[in-house]
């Protein structure tokens, strides 16, 4: 569906309420699949993304009930999984695919897993290779690169994996796969990657050791089910925040934000940035810890984002971007090749779709060079499918000159069901002062 973006005529103003971390709900889901009980989780995204997790466990056996504010998951232990009767379709999720192919590995049977055509073209022997040489029967097309993938797992044995790129759903199917194996493994970053995994491992009774860059788990342990409360999504908030930042005589509030500090690069750089924002009734929810963020629109200068920047803000580029061409001076964006490997080549279909906007942006080899301030005026613009895209041009769209009209923006439900609500909340919520 297309749609066609207005420039605000009124600042955003009030509170709304972040929807679950998508990354955590994954992982609630995943986890209380396989521990021994009946877990319950509250907070859960009922994203797309997170819908093909529950899709996947189902067929895998597992009893998932879904009330308003509740999952229940009946959990079937470790070793509990039945053999699909189908393909698995992970939809448009790379969370899903990569970390449930960590915890096929350890399945005495056969699954075959694909998703669609953007699952299709990412890159998969980032961890089809790691499991392999924990002794999976894992192939795909191109020798394990892409879908579809075939999984026949067995008896696993412990490694010490060093990941070329910091990347959480790497370690996390490496870790997954741990809990099958004979012995110790441990997986070693190039940077630290986000621990939701090493949390949620804590939550469900499992013992993992940190140290550094490492992480490691021993194979045969088992999970208790638990109650798992998520916090809302950083990467979502970081839509309303830039939005408040952005338009003219906003205050925005993002409740219930998610904390975590391997994630907390965008309020960062926002602040670098020069933005007013504040972080309030700081608390810990579920093992994670959680803020309300509160920003005032305001004047922004331009920064550097490099180096291990990079894996605390990595889905929040684009909209950084965005930020960024209403930012005094030079903005320059490295070190994240990694983003041409997402959803979409992100650095490619950011430049491209902001520029067509009127704003002046350069590709680079890993990353991005962005000068402003630079007006934004209206034009058609591409989501690609891609959820982050697709908010990131409606953003740009509140503050062109001239009507923004962006292409399939439903992408926009694999992360952030209730983002129009939210935007349009916000607006009738300074008309209403
Ligand atoms: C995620 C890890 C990141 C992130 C993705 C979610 C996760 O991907 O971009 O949206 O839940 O583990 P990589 O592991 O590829 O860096």
Not at 163 to 181: C, E, F, I, N, R
Not at 214 to 237: F, H, M, N, T
Not at 256 to 267: A, S
Request: hydrophobic share 40%; charged share 20%.
């Amino acid at each position: 569906m297309d749609r066609v973006i207005q420039q605000a005529e009124h600042p955003l103003r009030g509170a709304v309420t972040i929807p679950g971390d998508k990354s955590i709900s994954h992982r609630a889901v995943l986890f209380a699949s396989i521990a021994d009980g009946t877990s319950v989780i509250r907070g859960f995204l009922r994203g797309e993304d997170c819908l093909s997790t529950i899709r996947c466990m189902r067929a895998l056996g597992v009893e998932i009930e879904e009330t308003e504010n509740e999952i229940m998951v009946h959990g079937r232990g470790v070793h509990g999984l039945k053999e699909p009767e189908a393909l698995l379709d992970v939809g448009n999720s790379g969370t899903t695919i990569r970390l449930l192919s960590g915890i096929l590995a350890g399945q005495p049977f056969g699954t075959a897993l694909a998703g669609d055509d953007s699952i299709a073209k990412r890159p998969m022997r980032r961890v089809t290779g790691p499991l392999k040489m924990m002794n999976a029967a894992i192939d795909g097309r191109d020798h394990g690169q892409f879908t579809p993938l075939w999984i026949r797992g067995g008896s696993l044995q412990g490694v010490h994996f060093f990941s070329p790129v910091a990347s959480a759903q790497v370690k996390s199917a490496v870790l997954l796969a741990g809990l099958y194996a004979a012995g110790t493994t441990t997986v070693t970053e190039p940077d630290i990657s986000r621990d939701h995994t090493e949390r949620m491992m804590d939550t469900f009774g499992v013992t993992v050791a940190r140290s550094g860059r490492s992480v490691s788990i021993d194979g045969g342990q088992e999970l208790r089910a638990a109650e798992v409360e998520v916090p809302g999504d950083i990467s979502s908030a970081a839509f309303m925040l830039t939005a408040g930042a952005l338009v003219s005589g906003s205050e925005v509030t993002a409740a219930n934000t998610g904390m975590n500090p391997t994630r907390t690069g965008v309020v960062d750089v926002l602040q670098r940035m020069g933005a007013d924002l504040t972080v309030e009734n700081e608390r810990m929810l579920g093992g994670e810890p959680a803020a309300d963020l509160r920003i005032r629109a305001g004047r922004l200068k331009a920064v550097e984002i490099s180096g291990s920047d990079i894996p605390r803000l990595i889905d929040e580029i684009p909209v950084l971007a965005l930020a960024a061409t209403q930012a005094e001076g030079t903005t320059r964006i490295k070190d994240a090749a990694e983003l041409k490997v997402k959803e979409t080549n992100r650095i490619d279909t950011v430049v491209n779709q902001l520029n067509k906007l009127g704003a002046s942006c350069e590709a680079t080899e890993d990353g991005m060079v962005i000068h402003g301030p630079t007006p934004l005026s209206g034009a058609e613009v591409e989501s690609f499918h891609d959820h982050r895209i697709g908010m990131t041009m409606i953003l740009a769209g509140l503050i062109a000159d001239g009507e923004v009209t962006v292409k399939d923006t439903e992408a926009v439900n694999v992360s952030y069901p209730g983002f129009f609500e939210h935007l349009s909340f916000l607006q009738s919520s300074s008309q209403a002062q």
